[in-house]
């Protein structure tokens, strides 16, 4: 059960499409320095998602249809 989840930007660069879809149980999430990319739909049908931290090296977010 995800409630709180932290990605360490050391060795991620970007979120998958959908990586996320439909999870009920996130809260909370703290994106760390290095992430660059968000997938479409990474965080879709996420009800509970409360609170979005993105860091300094984010750049965009996928949406359906784009590149």
Known sequence: ???TTEIDGRSVI???QRAF???ANLKTL????GVKE???GA?????NLE????PSTFVKILISGSS
């Open 14 to 16: 970007k979120i998958s």
């Open 1 to 3: 059960k995800i409630e």
């Open 21 to 23: 879809y439909n999870n």
């Open 43 to 47: 965080f879709n049908n996420c009800p």
């Open 30 to 33: 703290i994106i760390s320095e």
């Open 38 to 40: 968000i997938g479409s």
């Open 51 to 54: 609170y979005v931290k993105l």
